[in-house]
């Protein structure tokens, strides 16, 4: 069974531009492979910063490139959104019942836990997890069937990653979810966002994997502290596949135009310059 990860697409009104780049435009053209190269995915997840300003007009924008998804979306809240907006334009998305933008789905290979780590009220970009998004996790966790993988996704990872900018603002109660997952249960993978760069690794035997934003990136500065830097690195989509006791993800540089060849062709291994690709 298999999925697709986009994630920070950092929507804006139709037509306009962040950072120089138009996000509608770089979905459209994601949406577009991975109808072609893909057809077999079961969803699409976006784990959150669906809007930068939360504006009506962005989720009406992200709503219309949805149209053209090859596959149903779920969607996650990052600390870019806002939920009375999104929920405006996204009214079947997925409520817990508590408002929070949450969910728990059994699938044939797998089980996904969702979770909104979005903290509208606080000082700062940081996420929460509060009590009763903590207590939809535990029923969540305690509900998953253990003869198949969990697979949880949030936006803000609950542990620091070594940029400085991005630490702090975090998950701001990493250690309370911690706490829950190692007395309950902890998930076979944590997906995440928020952080714009690719990240993989292992949190307290936890896998987990940060994808790189379909919006402007985080600049690999491992020094700064008190400002974000930004950059257009290309962006890319993850395609896990999940099946027979494995779990495997894909990054795919979808944008990529520069040349494509066989690495046992001679005369290209003998090109001064090999021709750009014509797709
Ligand atoms: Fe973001």
């Not at 998804?69 to 806002?82: E, F, T, Y």
């Not at 059994?106 to 996904?112: D, G, I, K, Y």
């Not at 994808?211 to 008190?226: E, K, Y």
């Not at 006791?245 to 990529?256: A, N, P, T």
Request: proline share 7%; hydrophobic share 45%.
């Amino acid at each position: 069974m298999k999925f697709v990860i986009l994630t920070d697409t950092h929507f804006v009104a139709a037509g306009h531009r962040l950072y120089g780049l138009d996000p509608a435009e770089r979905l459209s053209a994601a949406l577009q492979v991975i109808g072609l190269d893909h057809p077999d995915a079961a969803f699409i997840v976006i784990t959150g910063d669906l809007a930068h300003w939360g504006q009506p007009e962005a989720y009406a924008n992200l709503a219309h490139v949805l149209t053209r998804a090859p596959a149903p979306v779920r969607l996650l809240l990052g600390n870019h959104d806002l939920r009375r907006p999104f929920r405006a334009v996204f009214s079947a998305a997925d409520d817990d019942g508590n408002g929070f933008v949450q969910s728990f789905a059994v699938f044939e290979r797998f089980s996904m836990l969702s979770l909104d780590t979005l903290d509208e009220d606080g000082p700062t970009h940081a996420g929460l997890l509060c009590r009763a998004r903590l207590g939809f996790l535990e029923d969540a966790l305690r509900r998953a069937p253990t003869d198949r993988p969990l697979l949880m996704f949030q936006h803000h990872p609950p542990f620091d990653t070594g940029l400085p900018h991005m630490d702090r603002i975090r998950l701001r109660n990493g250690e309370e979810e911690l706490a829950l997952l190692s007395r309950v249960r902890k998930p076979d993978y944590l997906f995440m966002g928020h952080i714009h760069r690719p990240i993989a690794g292992v949190w307290h035997g936890i896998p987990f994997h940060i994808q790189r934003a379909l919006a402007h990136q985080v600049d690999f500065d491992l020094v700064t502290a008190d400002r974000v830097p930004g950059t257009h690195e290309a962006p890319d989509y993850a395609l896990v596949d999940v099946a027979d006791g494995r779990i495997i993800v894909h990054q795919r540089s979808f944008l990529y135009e520069g040349p494509r060849f066989w690495l046992d062709d001679p005369e290209a291994q003998r090109a001064a310059r090999l021709p750009v690709s014509s797709a």
